[in-house]
């Protein structure tokens, strides 16, 4: 089902939202809109959610394993329209939160399954595929997932064409999105004369030349100046090339290589030019730390220090007060967004870093069934038309985003969705492989300017190797499976 298809179905009903007071870290939109409604919207597109009578999964428990837990932030009072309360309300399931740290989540997890003690599920990131499935951590979804129901029309594709083994796929995705976008304060570009860089994507003259000419004009050390800060923009540029160091080859069936690429070659050249002109801020010279020591994304945008940040939509998404302390005045329209810039002398096309949502079922785990029903519902509430609108009145009301900022968050999951993708799957490659990916890719954050050549002398024949042995533990975990 389009997202654009049922906005167009969204014009013929009526919608009432109140905006509930919620805790400080997170707001809560009511709705008086009754699911049913919904559910008749969906059902004519052939969407549906089984019966309870007819689940077995329904008034099970499901245990997920994770760092953080966003099942239970709910007051009592408070109606939210998501999948979770589906699960709730419509099933009687519960989860049930197994938490683990961020660090020793995989060691936790391999104890856990090898002491017949699994929990049902984890986040459903790429980090999983295909090394930990590899080493039996994770199981094929696709017993309890029916990748031909409507209801996952959008995502089946993607989820078996780039996370399966053998004939399996091994990952639920409920919704892709972006990784990366460039944010940048409106009032600080327009101080400076540079045209809008949001303006410069819709009229297709959004380039790393470009944007290098931008980073590298308001840079000034001396007024610690610079373009860049964070921790995603050297991954960001060598991704937004429409490829990156380790891909996986559908028509090989096998994941590749790609230091050889120029694609790469000239994102490492932008980032060397980044680098030597004094565009990036030195956290190398700051501990290892961002600006002024602080852990938070965005800092000196708002007071015109910090010209671009290169992360997730998810940064600016706080309240109006505390995203305005960061990202310049929200009321006022400050902050815009857009896709990464294209490269020069590339196809033509703006490449996006995809993202998925969803669930991989862990090895062993007691309730399957339990995980299926709790995507679904998931599924089910980003098609619903309801939580669009509601989730949308949300950002506009609460957020005061600009029906610009709407249009441009609206295009970029087009484009996650679309033809121009790139599927990153470091994390998920084994610590040799990542580690090796990483050293390709953080340029920007070496003490000293790089150049591709010196990162090809120094990696290629350890990653050739590497992904070697990586590809022939796929196929013998193929063949035993």
């Known amino acids: 089902m389009k997202r654009r298809i049922i906005a167009l179905v969204l014009a013929l009903i009526m ?28 059902a004519a597109a052939g969407i549906r959610l ?13 245990k997920w394993y994770a760092w953080y837990d966003d099942f239970h932030n709910y007051s009592e009072d408070e109606v939210v329209n998501t999948g979770y309360y589906t699960f709730t309300e419509k099933y009687g399931c519960e989860v049930q939160w197994i938490e683990c740290t961020w660090d020793q989540r995989f060691d936790d997890l391999a104890n856990l399954v090898l002491s017949s003690n699994s929990p049902d599920c984890y986040p459903g990131d790429v980090e999983t595929y295909p090394d930990n499935c590899i080493k039996g951590m994770f199981q094929a979804v696709d017993p309890y997932i029916d990748y031909t129901d409507p209801l996952w029309e959008g995502t089946a594709d993607f989820a078996y064409s780039r996370f399966a083994l053998g004939d399996h ?3 639920i995705i409920t919704d892709i999105t972006t990784e990366h976008v460039v944010a940048y304060n409106r009032r600080v570009i327009d101080e400076y004369g540079y045209d809008d860089p949001a303006e410069l994507y819709w009229n297709n003259e959004w380039t790393w030349d470009v944007f290098l000419d931008m980073c590298i004009d308001f840079s000034d050390a001396d007024d610690d100046r610079y373009a860049l800060d964070g921790w995603a923009y050297d991954n960001a540029l060598m991704e937004s090339s429409g490829t990156d160091v380790v891909t996986y080859d559908v028509d090989l069936g096998e994941f590749v290589t790609n230091l050889d690429d120029p694609r790469l070659e000239r994102a490492a050249n932008l980032i060397y030019e980044l680098k030597k ?31 671009f940040w290169l992360r997730g939509t998810w940064a ?78 949300q950002l506009e009301e609460i957020y005061l985003w600009t029906d610009e900022m709407l249009e ?42 790089t150049t591709w050549a010196q990162v090809k002398e120094s990696y290629s024949d350890k990653l050739d190797y590497y992904v070697g042995l990586l590809n022939e533990d796929v196929d013998t975990y193929n063949a035993a499976n």
């Open 408 to 449: 441009m968050y609206d295009h970029i999951h087009d484009l996650a969705n679309g033809d121009y993708t790139v599927v990153v799957y470091d994390a998920g490659l084994g610590d040799k492989v990542d580690g090796a990916v990483n050293s390709c890719k953080e340029l920007g954050r070496l003490a000293t300017a």
């Open 169 to 171: 796929v091994y990952m």
């Open 50 to 62: 089984p019966d309870a009578e007819e689940t077995a999964a329904s008034g099970t428990t499901v």
């Open 277 to 307: 002109n004094d565009c990036i801020y030195p956290v190398w010279n700051n501990g290892w730390q961002l600006r002024g020591g602080q852990e938070i994304e965005g800092v000196g945008i708002k007071e015109g220090l910090t010209l």
């Open 316 to 393: 600016f998404t706080g309240t109006v007060e505390e995203m305005s302390q960061i990202w310049g005045d929200i009321s006022e329209g400050e902050l815009m967004f857009c896709p990464l810039p294209r490269d020069d002398d590339g196809d033509g096309n703006y490449y996006v870093t995809v993202k998925t949502s969803g669930y991989v079922i862990v090895s062993g785990a007691q309730n399957p069934e339990g995980v299926a029903l709790l995507a679904s519902c998931d599924r089910f509430k980003i098609l619903d038309p309801t939580v669009v609108s509601v989730d949308r009145k």
């Open 15 to 42: 919608i009432m939202a109140l905006v509930g007071c919620g805790s400080s870290t997170r707001q809560i939109v009511q709705i008086t809109l009754s699911s049913e409604d919904s559910q008749a919207i969906l």
